[in-house]
């Protein structure tokens, strides 16, 4: 029994919690069974292909896990298994340019050796926070974002190490359960760089400017390990056989092979100092950040530097002293961010979305449509969340739009997936059918609203405990809010108020492993 008491103090509603889900050992409800039908078509369903092209009526044919036809008149084998699409929307399945899912989590520490002091580094030679070699797609791991992004219409995301300076590599991966090496599309479709690493002011490289040093430094001894290399391939006798270095063999590689870096610029002088950077380095360059574009687009289209936008758009600070006087560029940052993805647009500077560690696909679409609001067009909309996404990952002679022989990674929908009471009917991801099965449950009207912050009481064999929810509720009854304890917060996912009753999921981590109730 969980009691629920408003900030007030003015009302108590009990409610009783009829399902508790462990996503622990249960298989997903959505995923086909091993061996899907040969073929799959989809009739009479309006194709918005990416590639800037509507079909209307159209049939699309999947064979294999790649799209076989798209049009009006295609023949479909007797033993396909028909979909009707009548008032329908089928889209390329989306694409989130930059996460960390399915990466193994590291041990936490035990707490053994605390109150020791980290190594002093002393200079470049220690190579601190430098680890290009590292790649996800070596060992992932399952992920409860996986199933919720795909039931949204994600049909794949970047994953890459956020720790460092010289984080790793970063890979393409599609959106299927219990992701293993047959999840990856493609990899390294980037090496990932950070300015601000973890390490304190009195150890290298320990400001903004050494980090900057730093990262000019390794390229420098890359350009100076590929000479040594080629100048004792071409004549080794009598010549010292240079050292393996596994910190610039994958650097030299990926310079080798044109790999993007990505470089971290949010605001408008951190974009200059990214470009300035990738100038500097002389190698292929992609923002990520890029809430600031708004006032550097001229620049970024002259350096023909690519965005990965983060949609987690700046907002007040939770808790933050009222008294306090927030700086007016902030607020004016806070205000122009989310009208970037249409001044790139405009510009013709291609730009993809990232979730940018947002918790639910809700906000994640309630600030695409913040984007919209702001001058956006859908179509553009969906092309950062596909056609351009594959273009920055160069992926796009495979993914990212609806047409013939690309993987069949589609969405089917009432509407653009982000527009407001938009339901996707199906998911295919390498061409295998993911039904989003919807609650059973109660649909009735809300019976009032339950907005605001709440007190929470939690009865249980163990003891009770108290805990605060802050709540959002829209006029159809649609829920959404996070959850805070002793033991940290989560989010409210897939809440409705129904009549009197509440229902909703969250996620928790337990014994480092994700557990939805």
């Known amino acids: 029994m969980i009691a629920f008491l408003d900030g007030r103090g003015r009302f108590v509603v009990s409610l009783l919690i009829l399902v508790i889900l462990l996503a622990v050992a249960a298989p997903p409800l959505g995923a086909e069974p091993p061996s899907p039908p040969p073929y799959y078509a989809i009739t009479h369903v309006k194709v918005v292909t990416g590639a800037g092209a509507t079909v209307e009526d159209a049939t699309v044919l999947l064979a294999n896990g790649l799209i076989e036809a798209v049009g009006k008149n295609v023949k479909v084998p007797g033993d396909a298994r028909m979909i009707d699409g009548k008032g329908l929307m089928l889209f390329p399945g989306m694409i989130d340019a930059l996460t960390t899912m399915a990466q193994k989590k590291e041990p936490e520490s035990s707490g053994e050796g605390r109150g020791t002091q980290a190594p002093v580094i002393m200079g470049p030679g220690d190579r601190p926070q430098t680890t290009p070699w590292v790649n996800p797609a070596d060992e992932m791991a399952d992920d409860a974002r996986i199933e919720k992004w795909r039931k949204a219409g994600f049909t794949a995301a970047v994953t890459a190490p956020e720790k460092g300076i010289f984080t790793g590599q970063a890979a393409l991966i599609n959106l299927v359960d219990q992701p293993g090496r047959d999840a990856v599309i493609t990899t390294p479709v980037a090496q990932r760089l950070n300015l601000s690493g973890t390490e304190s002011f009195r150890s290298f490289p320990g400001s903004l400017m050494g980090t900057l040093a730093y990262i000019k430094q390794v390229f420098l001894d890359v350009d100076h390990y590929t000479k040594v290399k080629a100048i004792y391939a071409k004549d080794p006798v009598g010549r010292v056989r240079p050292e393996f270095d596994r910190t610039l063999e994958p650097l030299e590689t990926a310079i080798a092979q044109k790999t993007p870096f990505l470089v971290p610029a949010n605001l408008g002088r951190e974009i200059d100092r990214a470009l300035s950077l990738k100038k500097t380095l002389g190698v292929p360059a992609v923002v990520y950040g890029g809430q600031g574009a708004y006032d550097r687009v001229d620049a970024l289209r002259a350096a023909s530097v690519p965005v990965l936008v983060n949609l987690n758009w700046p907002k007040e600070e939770k808790n933050r002293d009222p008294e306090a006087d927030t700086p007016l560029r902030t607020l004016i940052h806070r205000r122009l961010a989310p009208t970037s993805p249409a ?20 906000e994640v679409f309630e600030n695409v449509r913040a984007a919209i609001d702001n001058g956006l067009s859908n179509e553009a909309a969906l092309a950062a969340f596909s056609s351009n996404a594959a273009a920055v990952l160069g992926v796009s002679n495979r993914l990212g739009t609806v047409e013939k022989g690309k993987v069949a990674n589609l969405v089917l929908a009432t509407d653009w997936p982000w527009a407001e009471g938009a339901e996707v009917r199906a998911v295919f991801v390498d061409g295998r059918l ?6 059973e449950g109660p649909t009735e009207p809300p019976a009032s ?41 989560s989010v409210m996912d897939e809440g409705r108020m129904s009549g009197s009753l509440l229902r909703f999921k969250t996620t928790r981590e337990f014994g480092g492993k994700p557990v939805t109730a």
């Open 343 to 362: 001044a790139l647009a405009a510009g013709k500077v291609r730009f993809a979305f990232y979730s940018g560690g947002l918790a639910t696909t809700s």
């Open 434 to 439: 993911y039904l989003d099965r919807k609650s």
């Open 449 to 489: 609203d339950v907005s605001g912050v709440w007190t929470l009481t939690m009865t249980s064999p163990r003891g009770t405990r108290e805990m605060t929810a802050d709540i959002t509720m829209a006029k159809d009854g649609k829920v959404k809010g996070k959850i805070t304890s002793e033991n940290g917060e």
